[in-house]
């Protein structure tokens, strides 16, 4: 799943592409908006929250979400599409360029007024201009005994984090995954670390990754070979593609 700092770039090149120009067409491929037809409607702003995405008129809130596999790129008008267009699930075109959301895992429309329903159960968004720490910490403590490799990715302690970013980040504190919240030594410090490198990956790219896809290859510290191992309330429900990865040397079991 693409984490903030995609979602982030995303959100500047639909910016570029859409804002401060008027739609000659808006294709929603999706049942509930078929019909809503946004002709003539300026675009006032493009802008992200954690993994959220969101393009916004006068009165609307264009609310969409990549999940796993989604993707928007942007044309030229009559440009050729670079994926198929059975994949397509919104269309929103300027006079000199088109956007396209292939595959999105979520497409709503909102009143402005109320796209903060989408984001009220999140926490601080961790590239957002009112981020805020010392809220991310409170609620990351508030589950103490929850191992801090599942609580980052919890949207509602700080919004962003997928599982590059959790890696990377108890791999820079030296804290294994499994650690509790509350027997983490610095959560404060923690939290700084992942914003810090988000805001390096969202205004830096690429970030190049330090323990995550690393497994067998050797820690970049010591040279122990890093390891890659599943985290779950329940074993039952782990993906395979949400191993974390640690160097099992710098970040010792607690």
């Known amino acids: 799943m693409p984490e ?7 959100a500047a090149r639909l910016r570029r592409a859409l804002a401060g120009k008027v739609l000659t067409r808006s294709d929603f491929r999706v049942p509930r908006y078929a019909t809503l037809d946004l002709r003539g409607q300026p675009v006032e702003s493009v802008g992200s929250y954690g993994k959220h995405l969101f393009v916004r008129t006068p009165e609307l809130s264009i609310h969409t979400h990549l999940k796993m596999e989604g993707v928007y790129r942007v044309f030229t008008p009559g440009q050729r599409w ?34 903060h329903t989408a984001t ?52 820079l504190r030296r804290v294994h995954p499994a650690t509790p919240v509350a ?8 939290v700084d670390e992942a914003h810090r490198v988000l805001t390096r990956a969202a205004h830096q790219p690429p970030w190049r990754a330090l323990a995550y896809g690393r497994q067998r290859r050797p820690c970049r510290r010591c040279g122990t ?10 074993p039952a429900l782990a993906r395979a593609d949400r191993g974390i990865y640690f160097c099992p040397r710098c970040q010792p079991e607690p």
Do not use: M
């Open 120 to 171: 009220d159960h999140l926490g601080p968004d961790l590239l957002g201009p009112n981020w805020d720490a010392a809220e991310a910490v409170r609620r990351l403590s508030e589950h103490p005994d929850q191992p801090i490799g599942l609580a980052l990715l919890d949207q509602r302690n700080l919004a962003g984090i997928g599982n590059i970013y959790r890696s990377d980040i108890c791999f």
């Open 82 to 115: 670079t994926k198929p267009g059975f994949t397509a699930r919104l269309v929103l075109a300027t006079e000199d360029a088109e956007a396209v959301g292939f595959s999105l895992g979520l497409v709503e429309v909102l009143p402005l007024s109320a796209e």
């Open 183 to 190: 027997a983490v030594e610095d959560l404060p410090a923690l």
């Open 225 to 234: 070979n890093l390891v890659v191992h599943l985290l779950a309330d329940d």
């Open 4 to 10: 903030g700092d995609t979602v982030f770039l995303t």
